[in-house]
């Protein structure tokens, strides 16, 4: 498709009325008889293009002797008409679309009829943060996963508990091939739980892809959970504990687009990196008691 004929379509002319008009942009005048020669296209047809035309101002039909359709001759408009066509075509659709504004809220009652495709569910307490955390479908490895996380402790559900969570999630990635990334802010304790998980299976680091960023500002008091449509928030800080489930496809697209740009300027833990911080005591202490740590 030539370009002249891409801009005339994109303006609105079918393919014959784009040969109609060029080929009368070269006449001074011409019938429809000459016009369906020229062009190709069945005389029949040239008739209603050349009315379709017409009403679009793009041609004048002239009549030589009463109303026949073979006396009737067609003469193109200036194409500078083109032009104008758009102009007031523009100021009518800034006039529709104060119009339109106008009736959005109205029609927008009836479409969501006080309902919503969103959904918020709260669980109180210590339990409702476990259950938020620790079920299936959080720990789930087969969906990406975005988390912002403080590593939250393990008395907070149990050592064996929290143990027995992670092993079995890094378990499904391995399986699976997944990563999930995680962004923390690199502290005191963040180090001490990563340099444990890591003394106690190096498949920590391998799979759960942790990238830090340190900086007093920087704070997550939470476990943050983004998958798909959905957000898991489990709080076990202080003297609060709860957990937060939203299902929400714009709240999960805000948040992801700024865990994406966090995750650009925070620098990734490597294993050289958690090694430089030496054995976890923790961990060491554990096994001189022959503690359980997997």
């Known amino acids: 498709m030539d370009r002249i004929k891409k801009v005339l379509t994109e303006f609105g002319l079918t393919d014959n009325e784009a040969k109609v008009y060029r080929e009368a942009l070269k006449h001074e005048e011409a019938s429809p008889f000459k016009i369906a ?20 101002g793009l041609i004048t039909l002239l009549h030589n002797q009463g109303l026949e359709k073979q006396q009737t001759k067609i003469k193109a408009v200036n194409p500078s008409k083109l032009r104008q066509i758009i102009l007031k075509r523009r100021k009518s659709l800034a006039k529709l679309e104060v119009d339109i504004v106008d009736i959005l809220p109205f029609l927008k009652g009836d479409f969501h009829r006080g309902k919503t495709n969103a959904n918020f569910q709260f669980f109180p307490g210590i339990e409702g943060a476990r259950k938020v955390l620790l079920n299936e479908e959080v720990q789930s490895a087969e969906f990406p996963t975005y988390i912002w996380t403080h590593l939250m402790p393990m008395d907070s559900f149990g050592i064996k508990e929290m143990n027995k969570a992670v092993s079995m999630e890094l378990d499904k990635r391995r399986k699976l091939g997944t990563r999930a990334k995680n962004i923390i802010p690199l502290t005191d304790w963040t180090r001490h739980v990563l340099s444990y998980q890591y003394g106690r299976d190096k498949n920590y ?47 999960s697209k805000t ?10 300027s925070a620098t990734p833990v490597t294993s050289e990196l958690v090694k430089s911080w030496g054995e976890n005591e923790f961990l060491a202490a554990q096994k001189r008691k022959k503690y359980c740590v997997k």
Do not use: H
């Not at 391998?206 to 830090?212: A, P, S």
């Not at 704070?219 to 998958?227: A, D, P, R, T």
């Not at 948040?255 to 650009?264: G, T, Y």
């Open 255 to 264: 948040l992801r687009s700024i865990f994406e740009l966090m995750w650009l």
């Open 37 to 56: 020669k020229l062009t190709g296209i069945p005389r029949t047809t040239v008739y209603d293009v050349m009315m379709n035309l017409s009403l679009k």
């Open 205 to 251: 680091i391998k799979y759960n892809e942790f990238r830090f960023i340190e900086n007093p500002v920087f704070s997550v008091n939470q476990e943050i959970y983004l998958k798909a449509d959905k957000i898991s928030i489990a709080c076990a800080d202080n003297d609060e504990a709860w957990g937060l489930v939203i299902r929400s496809t714009s709240l």
